[in-house]
């Protein structure tokens, strides 16, 4: 061989095979873990080799559980997307921004007929109750109530809705859209009972700012549940309902009772109409007192001094002098007299809502009492008849009996009434007033003797009233005048007035009214009037009385008496 021959190639070396199991780890295991890599140009040992291939399933199942808790994740994301986003939350303030036009419902004229129905309408919540995947909502409109449910629903309501739902403040104002549908029981907590709401889109107008002074079942708790020995709820005084009388005002009595105040001067309105009576307004800033016996608000007027009108009684004396023959007053909202009596009773405010009437009289002064008595039992009938709802639901918190009156109503002359008092065991002097106390024990006595709670008792001494009032012709100690009583107190006073000018003068200088500082009003008898009388009535003792409610404040929205000039 030459020297310069090229020396033979060696052959080269090849590993052996690998076993068929023992597979070269993947690409993305082998990323995942570089120590699991034998070191580069050694032979692996058969251990290692089986080293490799469980660091290689390890590293499989911990890429297929981050691929499964990736997914999950996604899947998580996707649940929390809120499907139903719009249809719950708080409104943006209304600026009058829209007028839709679609109808809103009430839930006091759903039936039977609006299963399946969808309806929208505006609650108060009176409250809420959350449950798993569910809120019950007690939702309330005025005297009616309703159940609402908000329950999870695929592609309908979300869980995020369900949750929200059971956040919103008592008595929030809310607007619902859902759908009727019977519930399994009939539901004993709400006025609707035969009918719940499956709310689909519920949004709230108004919400509470801070807390609420009492709670509202509290308020709407019926008065002897508290008289019981093991009593223990919290009483809402009088005092307190006052002072936070807005809130007061929503429980369901009292929706009642200022609907049934409303309805006595409507039914007042319509039957004086019917009867040929027309609607005045006087003023009620006047130069003089119009009554005797009342103390009276004095108010700076200009460079003088005025008085608050205590009563329509002049000016309507002086319409009837005017030809109006039949005349009667409430004015807008009610008119409001006021008298300045430091009186703190049940039945006595300084500033309370009159209806008055006056009319030509042609022979006799019971002309007068005919149309009073006529009008009275036509409201007592319109209440009976058209507010029978109301009156049970003030009945459910305030217990009476019901109110008794006659087709044809008890008229007691004044030496009557005295001597159903002394059968009663209680004598009084002939020509004084009746005290309180005596009223009410005339109004027991009657009830028991005649069955009624409504009577009228008439020709009441002339020293116990105004000098207006006509003496009765044959015994100048009484008076053409009467009261009307219920349940045992006055609500009315009425009586024929003088309507001789002379007359007048002479019983204004005896009961002690300078006839110079009533001028305009004698002038008015001057020039001519027809013989006429009246009567007026407290609307809210007769609202007081005929509910039972035992305080005339009960019965006014805003009362006013010598320690109350708020709300």
């Not at 009620?284 to 004095?298: D, H, I, N």
Request: with cysteine.
């Amino acid at each position: 061989m030459s020297d310069n021959a090229p020396p033979a190639a060696k052959p080269e070396e090849t590993a052996p095979a690998a076993p068929a199991e023992a597979t070269a780890p993947t690409v993305e295991a082998t990323a995942e873990s570089s120590s699991a890599q034998p070191e580069e140009g050694k032979v692996p040992s058969k251990n290692e080799l089986k080293r490799l291939a469980k660091q290689a399933e390890k590293d499989k199942k911990a890429a297929e559980k981050a691929a499964k808790q990736a997914e999950l994740k996604a899947a998580q994301a996707a649940a929390d997307v809120d499907f139903a986003a719009q249809n719950y939350g708080a409104l943006p303030l209304n600026q009058s921004q829209e007028r839709t036009g679609r109808e809103r419902i009430q839930i006091a004229n759903l039936t039977d007929a609006d299963v399946g129905k969808t309806v929208l309408f505006r609650a108060r919540v009176q409250t809420s109750r959350p449950q798993s995947k569910m809120v019950f909502l007690h939702l309330r409109q005025r005297l009616d109530s309703i159940q609402a449910l908000v329950l999870q629903q695929a592609e309908l309501v979300s869980k995020q809705m369900v949750k929200w739902a059971g956040t919103i403040v008592d008595e929030s104002i809310v607007l619902v859209e859902g759908v009727c549908q019977t519930p399994v029981e009939p539901i004993k907590s709400t006025t609707v009972s035969n009918i719940e709401i499956l709310v689909r889109k519920i949004h709230v107008i108004a919400t509470v700012d801070g807390r609420l002074p009492f709670s509202f079942d509290d308020a709407s708790r019926p008065e002897d549940m508290y008289e019981k020995e093991d009593a223990q709820f919290n009483k809402v005084l009088l005092d307190t309902r006052l002072n936070n009388r807005v809130f007061d005002l929503r429980t369901p009595t009292n929706q009642a009772i200022f609907t049934i105040q409303a309805a006595v001067t409507r039914l007042f309105r319509e039957h004086l109409e019917s009867q040929g009576f027309i609607d005045i307004h006087s003023p009620k800033l006047q130069g003089a007192a119009t009554e005797s016996g009342a103390s009276v608000f004095k108010v700076s007027y200009f460079k003088g001094e005025a008085f608050l009108a205590q009563s329509p009684q002049l000016a309507k004396q002086m319409a009837i002098a005017a030809d109006f023959e039949r005349v009667y007053e409430i004015g807008p909202g009610a008119d409001p007299f006021f008298r300045a009596e430091n009186s703190f009773t049940h039945r006595h405010m300084t500033e309370f809502t009159g209806l008055d009437l006056e009319m030509v009289i042609e022979e006799h002064y019971h002309e007068v009492v005919d149309v009073l008595d006529s009008m009275l039992l036509n409201i007592f009938r319109g209440l009976e008849t058209q507010y029978a709802k109301e009156v049970e639901t003030v009945s459910k918190q305030f217990p009476c009996e019901p109110f008794k009156f006659l087709d044809k109503t008890l008229r007691l002359g004044w030496k009557e009434g005295l001597a159903i008092l002394k059968e009663g065991g209680v004598e009084l002097p002939e020509f004084e007033d009746l005290s309180t106390e005596h009223e009410k024990l005339l109004g027991k006595l009657v009830r028991e003797k005649h069955g009624t709670d409504y009577y009228i008792l008439d020709k009441f001494p002339s020293a116990v009233r105004p000098f207006y009032t006509m003496p009765d012709a044959t015994d100048p100690n009484y008076s053409n005048s009467y009261d009307f009583f219920m349940r045992g107190e006055e609500i009315l006073s009425g009586a024929q007035r003088i309507h001789d000018p002379t007359f007048l003068t002479k019983r204004m200088q005896e009961c002690g009214v300078d006839p110079a500082s009533m001028k305009g009003y004698l002038d008015a008898f001057k020039v001519g009037a027809p013989p006429h009388g009246g009567g007026g009535i407290g609307l809210e003792r007769v609202v007081m009385l005929y509910l039972k409610l035992g305080n005339i404040r009960r019965a006014s929205m805003f009362p006013r008496d010598p320690r109350r000039l708020e709300p």
